[in-house]
């Protein structure tokens, strides 16, 4: 049972059918958001309270509000997907609940109990049921809490008063011409994590943290960074919102051990179960870059992707360095890389059965 309702405080639609109509034809991804959010807040001593849905709409700060200063903000991201019986259903909401409290534990913010975490993700796609896109073309509706501390206070400790909120955004195919792989840079420069630091957290720095390297890749033409261990540069750790895959010849799949400085996504620990139950033997280890483009070079490494909830599963065509490129494969998209990408998005709309009861219903 949870102790928060998130009781609408208004039914009113602000967005009319037809302009709704109009976003859900081409939605994008994070551009347009939904009549409903849903809010708490916390404060010390007393705990998690004055919960409500309310209409989206813009939200006043004090400009001496702890997250602008000190970044104490976390978040999650998850999505909701109709089915073709109309109802509406999300993906191992339970790991994000656990993730966000791992988060909130790591910023010093309160951890939100995971029946209040569900009790919110519920009454927000009940209340935009008609946002949630018809499941044609990978659609989906995309599920934002997230987290911060908004004390008015410049001193630097946790804050005694933090807001929740869950905004919601419809989104379109992640690859509206189909799958496209990636050209992925392998920065020497730049690190988005360090040891002991918050490369596990899901907060909002990690993401102002690798704007730079992510620029670093553009200039040299590519989609992406990848970014390897800060301690001593080697190692590939993940992309800047992604975690990243290989296949061998010999029928493993190879990801970066979870350190310490990697997010543990929940794209890519299902993706870890659903290659066992294929007979791929998942290998969670150290995987150093030099030897990951050796093994390119030499074709035991015949397919790399990137995974994460946005774009469930991302081929990568191309590593790129300073030292060099490297075509993995024929450059496309593997056929173990589509065919995993092809079960999960199956699985996540319905159209195949949910055999380790993945899915929660959510309206
Ligand atoms: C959110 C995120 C991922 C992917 O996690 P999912 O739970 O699969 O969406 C990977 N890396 C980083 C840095 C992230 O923030």
């Known amino acids: 049972m949870s102790a928060l309702s998130f009781t609408p405080a208004t039914t009113d ?18 551009q347009h958001f939904t009549d409903f959010m849903a809010f708490a807040r916390w404060h010390a001593g007393t705990g998690w309270g004055e919960d409500a849905l309310i209409p989206y709409g813009p939200i006043t700060l004090s400009p001496a509000s702890a997250v602008l200063h000190y970044a104490q903000e976390i978040f999650e991201g998850l999505k909701a997907f ?10 191992r909401p339970e790991r994000n609940a656990a993730r966000l409290q791992r988060s ?32 044609t073309g990978e659609a ?13 206070f410049l001193g630097v400790r946790a804050a005694k008063t933090v807001d929740y909120y869950v905004i919601a955004s419809p989104a379109g195919a992640y690859f509206p011409r189909g799958v496209q792989p990636l050209v992925v840079w392998i920065t020497d420069e730049f690190a988005r994590a360090g040891t002991g630091g918050t490369g596990a957290a899901k907060c909002g720095g990690n993401y102002a943290s690798s704007l730079q390297g992510k620029a670093e890749a553009a200039e040299h033409g590519a989609d992406e960074v990848m970014f390897l261990d800060s301690e001593t540069h080697t190692c590939i750790d993940e992309l800047s919102g992604m975690n990243v895959f290989a296949v061998t010849s010999d029928g493993r799949l190879l990801t970066p051990s979870l350190t310490g400085s990697i997010l543990e996504g929940v794209t890519r620990e299902s993706i870890l179960q659903l290659a066992a139950d294929r007979g791929l033997e998942p290998v969670e280890q150290r995987l ?9 070079a030499e074709g035991t490494i015949t397919e790399m992707f990137a995974a994460g909830t946005a774009a469930v599963i991302t081929p990568i065509g191309e590593l790129r360095a300073r030292g060099g490129s490297w075509t993995i494969g024929d450059g496309g998209s593997g056929a173990t890389t589509l065919s995993l990408r092809q079960e999960l998005t199956d699985i996540q709309y319905g159209r195949i059965p949910d055999r380790h009861g993945w899915l929660t219903r959510l309206a």
């Open 82 to 91: 109709r089915h073709a019986d109309g109802s509406i259903w999300t993906f």
């Open 288 to 296: 150093v870059a030099s030897e990951v483009v050796e093994q390119i």
């Open 13 to 30: 639609r602000r967005v009319s059918d037809e302009d709704r109509a109009a976003i859900l034809a081409a939605p994008g991804f994070g």
């Open 104 to 135: 909130a534990r790591r910023l010093a913010l309160p951890e939100l109990p995971t029946e209040d975490f569900l009790a919110s993700l519920r009454a927000v796609a009940a209340a935009d049921e008609p946002w949630v896109p018809e499941p």
């Open 140 to 152: 989906s509706l995309y599920l934002r809490p997230f987290m911060f501390a908004n004390e008015d």
